[in-house]
């Protein structure tokens, strides 16, 4: 079948971390679902038309779905037509003429440094006055660690055992296109580790993934968002979102507040391209804009 061998093309043959695949695998059976319910037609490759697929991204887009999720979706789409007409023989493909909505110029969101410490700050304190909680110590390490880090959420939950050492204070994660990186960590950081880990022996000797639950299993994603977006609240946070992906914007920004190169920045996020880390030092030029705003006396009119 068509689509089982672009599953595994894009599984077995390319560099895309198992998260995009997942996400690929998911947009694309979406269409095939649309095309049987919707358009009331066969889901073969080789009948799909361009009206098909711009009657599916119009239904996306009445759905509310965000901008960035329907370029992704049609990214997918164009990945899989790509495939059939190199490897699998197909005629036409439609999806290179589907264009993409325009992205919205939107700068990440990020805490400022003082919420990111009081977050910290106060689930510390929870772990420690609750007898040491197997859970507790391993939420505020959690929260800490992505702060400390700027890792992605993904690279957290599937973050090995083994691939952290805090003899030599650095971790390594595997992060997109399965592309692994080192990142250093302080003796904070090294302390809270060594904590949960002795915790962690009363629930599994010998564990393969660093983060687990009360039963043994690995963390997973939703319970990664779950502690964040519960600490930041606790905290009393203003900003409107508490994912675990604002810490990693918090980090970033930070960072370069504070003088980090950009290149070192960009090392440590993994990012491919430099443009995409300089996208923190608009958030680091609007801060800046924001405090002289705030501070300066000749920042004002006299009349305001």
Not at 58 to 74: N, Q, V
Not at 118 to 123: M, S
Not at 178 to 190: C, D, M, Q, S, V
Not at 246 to 266: E, K
């Amino acid at each position: 079948m068509l689509y089982t061998a672009f599953y595994s093309y894009i599984r077995c043959e390319t560099a895309r971390s198992s998260c995009t695949v997942s996400a690929y695998v998911r947009d694309i059976e979406q269409f095939r679902a649309f095309l049987t319910a919707e358009c009331c037609k066969s889901d073969d490759p080789a009948t799909v038309t361009l009206d098909d697929m711009r009657l599916w991204v119009a239904s996306l887009a009445e759905r509310g779905l965000k901008t960035s999720s329907i370029t992704r979706k049609i990214q997918s789409l164009r990945a899989l037509y790509k495939f059939l007409v190199r490897r699998q023989g197909l005629k036409s493909n439609p999806a290179a003429r589907l264009t993409t909505p325009r992205l919205p110029h939107e700068l990440p969101a990020f805490l400022a440094a003082s919420e990111s410490e009081r977050a910290i700050d106060e689930a510390a304190d929870t772990a420690a006055t609750m007898s040491e909680s197997f859970e507790d110590v391993r939420d505020a390490l959690m929260l800490t660690m992505l702060y400390s880090t700027g890792m992605r959420a993904a690279e957290m939950v599937g973050l090995r055992d083994a691939a952290v050492d805090t003899a030599r204070g650095e971790l390594k994660v595997l992060g997109k296109r399965n592309k692994e990186r080192l990142i250093p960590f302080g003796p904070e950081l090294a302390d809270m580790i060594e904590r949960y880990r002795e915790l962690r022996k009363g629930i599994v000797a010998a564990p393969e993934s660093f983060f687990v639950r009360s039963n043994g299993m690995p963390v997973y994603y939703g319970l990664l968002y779950r502690v964040v977006h519960a600490a930041l609240d606790r905290a009393h946070v203003a900003s409107a979102r508490k994912s675990p992906h604002v810490m990693r914007h918090s980090f970033a920004t930070d960072m370069l507040n504070n003088g980090a190169d950009l290149r070192a920045v960009q090392e440590l996020l993994g990012h491919s391209s430099l443009a995409t880390t300089q996208r923190y030092t608009h958030l680091s030029y609007r801060e800046l804009k924001t405090n002289y705003q705030l501070a300066h006396p000749r920042a004002h009119s006299k009349k305001q």
